[in-house]
């Protein structure tokens, strides 16, 4: 199923996305993830974001490019998704120019569209949880190795996009469930929001 939500999003122009994998990772903190399914559209606003900068051992692209993280080494707006412990899938977002091998981690939405689609495809009920988490958000969007390499900055199965909604306050901290680079502020989160994930000692 193809729907027109050019009356309610406008889709990311890879020419406005700021260059610096950081500010990317705050830039898209309010904009909204969108996935066209056969059954419908499913929709959610990111409200927490990880930056995996240049020269960072925490990021799948330090030691350079692999058949698994080609997607990271596209130009900016692109998916990269893998399995993160042979269980979850993680969807990132190729952040520089091609060939640098940076992104940023989706970490949560607040659900907004296809509710009981999530659920379904979740088996959960609590609208707090559905995609509270990047592998929660993937199963919730039912993102897979399948949209990996994915221009997102194009509408089709999966694409970023923004609308009249203004972030307020974003927060900013350390990383979480790394041990390399973990003491780097590279974690964005919009403040008070309930769809966070992480501790609340990690979310002031």
Not at 49 to 70: F, K, L, Q, S
Not at 72 to 88: D, E, I, Q
Not at 99 to 128: C, F, K, Q, S
Not at 178 to 194: M, Q
Request: proline share 6%; aromatic share 6%; hydrophobic share 35%.
């Amino acid at each position: 199923m193809r729907s027109n939500r050019a009356d309610i999003y406008r889709q990311l122009d890879r020419a406005e996305l700021p260059g610096d994998t950081a500010a990317l990772a705050r830039y898209l903190i309010g904009k909204v993830a969108v996935r066209e399914l056969p059954e419908g559209i499913v929709s959610g606003r990111i409200v927490e974001t990880e930056a995996y900068v240049v020269g960072d051992a925490a990021g799948h692209g330090y030691r350079g490019m692999t058949p698994r993280n080609r997607s990271l080494f596209l130009g900016p707006g692109h998916a990269y998704v893998y399995l993160a412990y042979g269980v979850s899938w993680m969807l990132n977002v190729s952040s520089e120019k091609a060939g640098t091998g940076t992104g940023v981690l989706i970490r949560a939405l607040e659900p907004l569209e296809g509710i009981p689609l999530m659920r379904e495809n979740r088996g959960v009920e609590r609208l707090r949880d559905l995609a509270r988490g990047p592998g929660r958000l993937a199963h919730a969007l039912r993102i897979d190795r399948s949209l990996d390499g994915l221009d997102l900055c194009r509408q089709g199965p999966l694409w970023l996009a923004e609308d009249e909604h203004q972030a307020g306050d974003i927060g900013q901290g350390i990383r979480i469930g790394i041990t390399k680079d973990a003491d780097r502020p590279l974690r964005f989160y919009v403040k008070g929001s309930p769809f966070v994930s992480g501790p609340k000692s990690l979310n002031p």
